[in-house]
């Protein structure tokens, strides 16, 4: 049971006192880590959901809110993050070959590309905040080619305008839960790039860069459908 | 091979191994966190049974003069929230299961010990904001947070709830993520599925209902918390949105947390009857699919709910339907139970008894589901007690007694300690007079109309209320009777033997108390579940227990 | 069952195809299709999830097991998707 051949220092500190073999810890890791991502696709769903539920009851309403969003910027954003789980990607593979240096070199472009898209959602924010379009007291919305809302038309545009304003909840909470993830997810880069810097990281023993580029590559995968979805509606007519 | 030598020595085991109350609150032996949620769990019960205590002083008598309405509202809200959150859903995967998976299938400890000790503080976190929600003045829109009440109109602490139930949710997702990598991938040599106790099969089954259901109460909190603070619309109808989207949300989760409650249960059951009539459980794949069946089945049920909130009729019929569906597999294990008895060898003992209650009631409370199943029966009875006593018998009469008999049959392990028998078995007969007393005429009262979340009600109703009241407090006490004899005993009762039910499973073939460890070396099985054997067949096979072992007589030792 | 390296090679093809689909997608969104505007871009999206899934989380190579987790993920939000909207989509049936 106990390892009889001769292994690296860093692979028998590693293997964790409950566990029999460093195999049966890496694929307890990688089970948990998927039960994990599983519990994300489920929450992210229930906003799915919504905004399946909004979107077929008000599709003109949210597709005239989806015009207010700059498809350039989420697309760039999207490049961005396809960028970001490439360098996730190599980061394993060379964490798996035990190149330290360029593992943590991917580690931060990892990084740096994460914080470019958050930088970008920030741009973002700020214009809507800016257009009064963030939902909730302050919330206005302009109708291209008319003046805000005349007497005779004020109960429609009121109806219309909270309808608006059900598609800009949505993409402040979807987008919002999203930066949120990322950014818990550039933190966790922090920490590997922390430890891999120690020289924590082995050909042996790499299973935390694994698991987190398994983390990270979900939350790129939550933004390919928030992409379409929210930014791309409208955008033929 | 035992010397007078070992007598004299001290037994390490996960209790005395090391002191100090460091090394219990940052502990990583998943028994030494067993017991920090039973500790929890106790306070937060006896929190939400005090809620109940103020529910039937109220109901005592038809008009509402113990309190006003809106603090009623209050009460069965906390009563609700404490029980289901903070005690049903935890306790027994959280005692029991954390305890014992690890033991019961020869590994020294779940696969993720850290985030095992992570998930009771998250825990204790979720129910620290709930405590502050109570003693800033609690909630009052029911424990199911109806919108557009929750949303829109309550002024009571909505979202102080909702993050302790948030927070309390990643407890439940951590500890179902521990056990369901746990069963794949640490099983000892030899230990196949269907070599496993149906106690494990129970938890795996609970797990995949906590990881898949979780996730979306998590969320629907986070968006009502959002429609409160920044009223969008999300569920107002005067904004274009939609109530009951929060029902579906809400229930999607709720329905299958039910069945967090009670497939724990039912495992223990399965143990019990199985080990107190010494026989295989009759039917065992069946039972083992039956808990999969269950888990699955109660995610595709939840609109059985949302009967009168305006849900189209045509999903109400596939709900009810599948809910139709869904009593089957619990019903195959009632019936599978039942059998395993028949020629058992049985020992009327206390966890037996529970058993039988579990049974019994089970039966009753599941039985009334298909009731409520009913598209056009719910329409008269929702919302009535009819509901009310239709769960309490499940949870109550169901996970209660099952959580209660594990909690006797696996004592002298996690103690080491027996627990009197005799007080053990009046307690139990106590509490089965109490319960049945306290919410057998709830049926009754609903059925004839009266409401549910009621303060006030007519006066022909009184009777009913008075027995059900009478019930509680007698229930209340035989509540009490346990907690008294098995502190008791943890100090003074006489130590346990290694197997004192002569049971059949690993967790009986070492030591009472364990050793940190769980086993001195990984055990390898070579026999299939519950494999009784006559007594004259017994073979001793290295004995891990201490001095004054008696010769054990189950099928393995 | 040791670790599979996966090549450098077959990371960059992916990327490559990520980002062409990504463009596809946007270009599509330009053009009038009716009601397949969503369909497309919907199906563009789970391809590209796919080859995440697949190459960069590397579940081509991992256990059975792992795929199970993998899509009893999304099967379950296809049934809470799938039973809330039987509500929704039934509810105008009845006049």
């Not at chain 2, 938890?203 to 920044?230: D, F, K, N, Q, W």
Request: with cysteine.
């Amino acid at each position: 049971m106990a390892d009889t051949h001769t292994a690296p220092h860093t692979a028998h500190t590693a293997l964790a006192h409950h566990f029999d073999n460093m195999e049966q810890q890496r694929e307890a890791g990688t089970l948990g880590m998927w039960a994990f991502l599983v519990t994300e696709i489920m929450f992210f769903g229930g906003l799915f959901l919504a905004y399946i539920l909004y979107r077929s009851s008000y599709p003109a309403e949210f597709a005239a809110a989806s015009k207010g969003l700059d498809a350039l910027l989420g697309g760039i954003n999207t490049v961005v993050l396809i960028c970001s789980s490439l360098t996730m990607a190599l980061a394993v593979y060379y964490a798996q070959v035990g190149n330290r240096k360029l593992l943590v070199i991917f580690l931060w472009l990892t990084v740096l590309l994460g914080m470019t898209f958050l930088g970008v959602k920030a741009v973002e924010y700020k214009d809507k905040f800016d257009h009064h379009h963030v939902p909730g007291a302050n919330f206005v919305w302009e109708e291209e080619g008319h003046a805000p809302a005349d007497q005779t038309h004020a109960a429609a545009e009121e109806v219309n305008t909270s309808k608006i304003q059900m598609f800009y909840w949505l993409y402040f909470a979807m987008t919002g839960v999203h930066a949120l993830h990322m950014i818990i997810g550039i933190g966790v880069m922090l920490v590997l790039i922390y430890m891999s810097y120690k020289g924590r990281f082995s050909p042996e023993y790499h299973s935390p860069v694994e698991l987190s580029g398994l983390y990270w590559h979900f939350v790129d995968i939550v933004w390919i459908f928030l992409f379409p979805l929210l930014y791309l509606i409208g955008a033929h007519e | 091979m035992e010397t007078t030598e070992k007598i004299l020595e001290p037994r390490a085991d996960y209790i005395n191994n090391t002191y100090g109350i460091k090394s219990w609150l940052l502990t990583k032996d998943h028994k030494r966190i067993a017991l920090l949620y039973l500790g929890s769990i106790t306070v937060f019960f006896f929190l939400g049974g005090a809620f109940a205590v103020l529910i039937r002083l109220e109901l005592l008598t038809p008009p509402g003069d113990l309190m006003q309405a809106e603090t009623y509202n209050r009460m069965f809200t906390m009563h609700g929230i404490m029980m289901v959150f903070f005690f049903l859903i935890p306790a027994i995967p959280a005692v029991l299961g954390n305890f014992l998976i690890p033991i019961m299938i020869g590994a020294k400890d779940l696969a993720f010990p850290r985030l095992n000790l992570l998930s009771w503080y998250i825990y204790m976190v979720g129910g620290l904001f709930t405590f502050i929600a109570i003693v800033a003045g609690g909630v009052d829109t029911g424990w199911t947070f109806y919108t557009p009440y929750s949303s829109n109109y309550s002024t009571s602490n909505v979202i102080w709830t909702g993050l302790g139930i948030f927070i309390t949710g990643f407890s439940s997702i951590l500890t179902g993520l521990n056990f369901i990598v746990t069963v794949h991938t640490m099983r000892a040599p030899g230990l196949t599925w269907f070599r496993l106790p149906l106690f494990v099969w129970s938890h795996y089954a609970t797990s995949l209902i906590m990881i898949l259901g979780t996730p979306v109460i998590a969320v629907t909190v986070l968006m009502l918390a959002l429609e409160r603070t920044m009223k969008v619309g999300i569920f107002d109808p005067a904004l274009g949105g939609d109530p009951v989207l929060f029902q579906h949300l809400f229930w999607f989760y709720s329905h299958p947390a039910v069945y967090i409650m009670v497939l724990p249960a039912m495992g223990v059951i399965s143990e019990l009857v199985a080990n107190m009539t010494r026989k295989n459980i009759f039917g065992y794949k069946f039972v083992a699919f039956a808990s999969l069946a269950i888990a699955v089945f109660g995610f595709l049920v939840w609109g059985h709910h949302l009967f009168t909130s305006s849900q189209s009729v045509y999903a109400g019929m596939v709900f009810s339907f599948l809910s139709y569906a869904v009593a089957i597999p619990s019903a195959v294990k009632v019936f599978n139970w039942t059998a395993t008895l028949y020629r058992g060898s049985i020992s009327y003992q206390t966890p037996l008894l529970y058993a039988f209650g579990f049974i019994g009631l089970f039966t009753i409370g599941g039985m009334t589901g298909l009731f409520l199943a009913a598209l056009g029966l719910d329409v008269h009875v929702h919302d009535t007690y009819f509901v009310v006593a239709h769960f309490h018998y499940i949870m109550v009469g169901g996970t209660i007694m099952g959580y209660l008999g594990g909690l006797h049959y696996w004592w002298p392990k996690i103690s080491g300690r027996m627990y009197p028998e005799g007080w053990a078995k009046f307690g139990a007969l106590v509490i089965f007079i109490g319960f049945n007393l306290t919410f057998f005429p709830q049926f009754l009262a609903g059925y004839l109309g009266m409401p549910r979340r009621y303060h006030a009600y007519p006066e022909e109703f009184q009777v009913l209320n008075v027995m059900s009241t009478a019930g509680a407090s007698i229930l209340g006490v035989g509540y009490l009777i346990p907690m008294i004899y098995l502190a008791w005993s943890m100090r003074y009762g006489p130590k346990a033997t290694r197997n004192p039910w002569g049971a059949f499973g690993l967790e009986w073939m070492t030591a009472s108390p364990p050793p940190t460890e769980n086993f001195e070396e990984t055990p390898t099985v070579t026999w299939e579940a519950y494999e009784f054997r006559p007594v004259e067949e017994t073979v001793v096979v290295g004995a891990t227990g201490g001095p004054g072992d008696e010769p054990d007589v189950s099928g393995r030792v | 069952m040791s670790e599979h390296i996966v090549s450098k090679k077959v990371y960059f093809a992916i990327f490559i195809a990520l980002i062409i689909l990504t463009g596809v997608t946007y270009w599509v969104a330009l053009l009038d299709l009716g009601p397949f505007n969503a369909i497309v871009a919907l199906t563009i999206a789970v391809f590209k999830a796919m080859l995440v899934v697949l190459y960069f989380m590397h579940v081509r190579y991992s256990s059975r097991l792992t795929w199970v987790f993998v899509g009893a993920g999304f099967f379950w939000l296809a049934i809470m998707v799938v039973l809330t909207l039987s509500d929704y989509s039934t509810r105008d049936w009845i006049k």
